[in-house]
């Protein structure tokens, strides 16, 4: 079983940035997509952008293209997401997710929440206008 652990939310102005980490022991040593995927109130779950662990894909919705970053920290073990110019249509519940990735080489992962099996609580962010 796969815990994940979401840190680094808060409150921040438009414009602004923050940096969402999401910690997991085994991530490093193994396959895994690891999704950072967010929720607004009253809509539906998007996601944001994934990172294969096994190898260099990464990829992006339009929506943050360009302002967000996801990556590995090798020195904390997890895989965080460094957001820039921060808009108040960022604000919302931010999760990680991960699943295990089968086969061998490098892997594209996909942002469809289905696929991904573990999730943690989430950590909320709110941009201010």
């Known amino acids: 079983q796969v815990q994940l652990v979401e840190s680094g939310g808060g409150s921040v102005q438009a414009g602004g940035s923050l940096t969402l980490s999401c910690a997991a022991s085994e991530l490093s040593y193994r396959r895994y997509c690891v999704g950072w995927f967010r929720q607004a109130p009253g809509k539906e779950r998007e996601g944001v952008a994934f990172?294969?662990?096994?190898?260099?894909?990464?990829d992006y919705a339009d929506s943050v293209k360009g302002r967000f970053t996801i990556y590995e920290d090798n020195a904390k073990n997890t895989v965080d997401l460094h957001m820039n110019s921060l808009k108040p249509e960022d604000t919302a519940m931010y999760y990680c997710?991960?699943?295990?990735?089968?086969?061998?080489?490098?892997?594209?992962?996909?942002?469809?929440?289905?696929?991904?099996?573990?999730w943690g609580q989430g950590t909320q962010v709110t941009v201010s206008s």
């Open positions: 997710a991960a699943y295990r990735a089968g086969g061998g080489g490098n892997f594209y992962c996909g942002l469809r929440s289905s696929e991904y099996q573990y």
């Open positions: 990172l294969f662990t096994g190898g260099t894909t990464t």
